[in-house]
């Protein structure tokens, strides 16, 4: 778990436990690596810590069924994240507390060219 600041804002990354993994690409690294790499990415990435914290405080002071959980899914060029294949398709929501990532996929090709 990591946190991320944006202003006076603060929201935490977290991989769920049982995340899923797949990966089309030959990757050495285990479960472990993958969890660090995509926690420090939307940590220190501005744009995702921007978003997902402004998102996790709205979702915060919002009444009734907008206090639900938002689904989000981003990709990203692996070399951001520093693991291997081309592409990195992260999955997840948002909520009162922060982004939850659940799924990570490394891709091979960009899913528009598949």
Known sequence: M???HYGNFVCE?????????RSEVECLYDRDTVVYAVERFFSRCTRFTRECT??????RIAK???RRPHKFTYLVPGVLMELPGKWVRVGGDI??????IKKVELLR???YFM
């Open 64 to 66: 009734g069924k907008a």
């Open 2 to 4: 990591k946190k991320m």
């Open 54 to 59: 402004r998102e996790s405080w709205q979702i």
């Open 109 to 111: 090709e960009h899913p």
């Open 95 to 100: 909520d009162v507390v922060g982004v939850n």
């Open 13 to 21: 990354v977290t991989v769920v436990n049982e995340f899923i993994f």
